[in-house]
Structure formats: structure tokens, C-alpha cells
């Protein structure tokens, strides 16, 4: 079970503090909750994002205030959105989706290639990844962590990898068109040697050059 301890913020609350902290501030919304502003440790959130991914459910166990009766809020969620410093990569914002166990739920899968296409291997073309993710449909304790995808199958030129080559776990429903190429085998482009364009004005030049030489050398 992936597990993330969170806590309360405010509106009030210093971005830049809670990040100085070590901390990401970040929301969490959707079934059954309101909105709650919270902040997660920094380092735990990195582990739970390489684990689960932003498919596979998290326990969030949201720390309630002393007037509550309970002393954390546990919420089954998804992690929707991450936003990361654009220079340094780390997170500094993230969306939490509470969901509903109980009911089905559409998302995104990442797809993980493994094996070696023959065909590229042997110089018989290029392969191409089409796709790299697929949506599905299913309760969230279905929801497969990835969609593995096996190359080795990719032996011939023109060979493809369709959607509806994909075995879905039971209780798993694919929602992306079946008919979907995922990736393929291309012919292999001959590279076309340039040859550098004529300049014809250096040519009248050089030819205008030579007749007037011979003019003077007639004269002499």
C-alpha cells in the first residue's frame, strides 16, 4: 500500500517557506472531500511519485486538527498533476484527485517497451514508438501500475504493434482506439548527397573575363 503522510495549509501560508522547509505545497480535491490546501515532505512524495506513479492509488493520511475526533483524514487518491521547477526538476506543486473505490475511473497508463526488435537489430529498418501511454477504465484497485509492451515481436519490415494486441488485466477496459498503432518497424531513409548548386553568374563572369583577354592579346 503506497502511503503519504500530508498536512494542512493555509492560504496565508508562504509558498517559498514551505518549500524552504522541504516540503511541497500542494491541493487535493474531487470525491467526497473539499478542497484542502496541504503540503507533503519533499523527500517522501519523490518516492511515493517512483512507485505509484500517477496511476496507481495513494493512501493520503491528511493530519486533522486537535477539534477533530480522528487524528489524521485518510483519502484514497491519485496523484493528477505535478508541477516541477523547470531548471532544477524538483516538484513545487502537486494535485492530489480523491477518488471513489467503489467506482470506475478513466485514466492514462504509461506504456514501458521491453525486449529488442529483430528488425532494427538486423539492419532491416527503424523502429518507431508511437505511442506512450494508453487511457483504460476500471476500479482503482484494478488499475495496473504500467502497460508492458514486448519488441521482440517487431521481426520484419513493416511489422506493427497494435492496441488490440494488448492483454488487459481482468476488470480492465481499454479506451483507447483498438485499431491504435503503438509502435512499427519503418524502412530505413537512404541519406541523399547534396551537390552544392552551380553559380552561373561566376561562370559568365569567368567566361567574360576570358574573351577580353583574348581581345587584348589579338591587339598585341
Known amino acids: 500500500m503506497n502511503i503519504l503522510t500530508a498536512t494542512k495549509r493555509s492560504k496565508a501560508d508562504k509558498l517559498a517557506i514551505i518549500r524552504s522547509n522541504g516540503m511541497v505545497p500542494g491541493v487535493v480535491y474531487g470525491a ?3 478542497n484542502q490546501l496541504i503540503s507533503v515532505l519533499s523527500v517522501d512524495f519523490e518516492k511515493i511519485l517512483k512507485t505509484a506513479g500517477e496511476s496507481s492509488t495513494i493512501v493520503l493520511e491528511l493530519e486533522n486538527d486537535k477539534t477533530s475526533k480522528t487524528a489524521t483524514q485518510k483519502i484514497d487518491v491519485l ?5 516541477v521547477d523547470p531548471v532544477k526538476g524538483f516538484p513545487i506543486h502537486i494535485d492530489f484527485l480523491a477518488i471513489d473505490m467503489n467506482k470506475t475511473i478513466e485514466v492514462n497508463i504509461p506504456i514501458e517497451f521491453t525486449g529488442i526488435a529483430g528488425a532494427e537489430k538486423n539492419g532491416l529498418g527503424v523502429l518507431v514508438k508511437v505511442l506512450h501511454e494508453v487511457e483504460i477504465e ?5 488499475l495496473p501500475h504500467n502497460i508492458i509492451i514486448d519488441l521482440s515481436k517487431l521481426i520484419a519490415l513493416d511489422d506493427q504493434i497494435h492496441i488490440k494486441d494488448i492483454v488487459l488485466p481482468k476488470g ?3 479506451k483507447t482506439n483498438m485499431d491504435e498503432v ?3 518497424i519503418a524502412p530505413i531513409k537512404e541519406e541523399v548527397e547534396e551537390v552544392a548548386p552551380v553559380d552561373l553568374s561566376s561562370i559568365e563572369v569567368e567566361k567574360k573575363g576570358k574573351k577580353e583577354e583574348d581581345k587584348i592579346e589579338e591587339k598585341a
Open 32 to 34: 467526497q472531500v473539499e
Open 79 to 83: 496523484i493528477h498533476d505535478v508541477q
Open 138 to 142: 476500471a476500479l482503482p484497485k484494478d
Open 172 to 174: 480492465v477496459t481499454m
Open 182 to 184: 503503438i509502435a512499427l
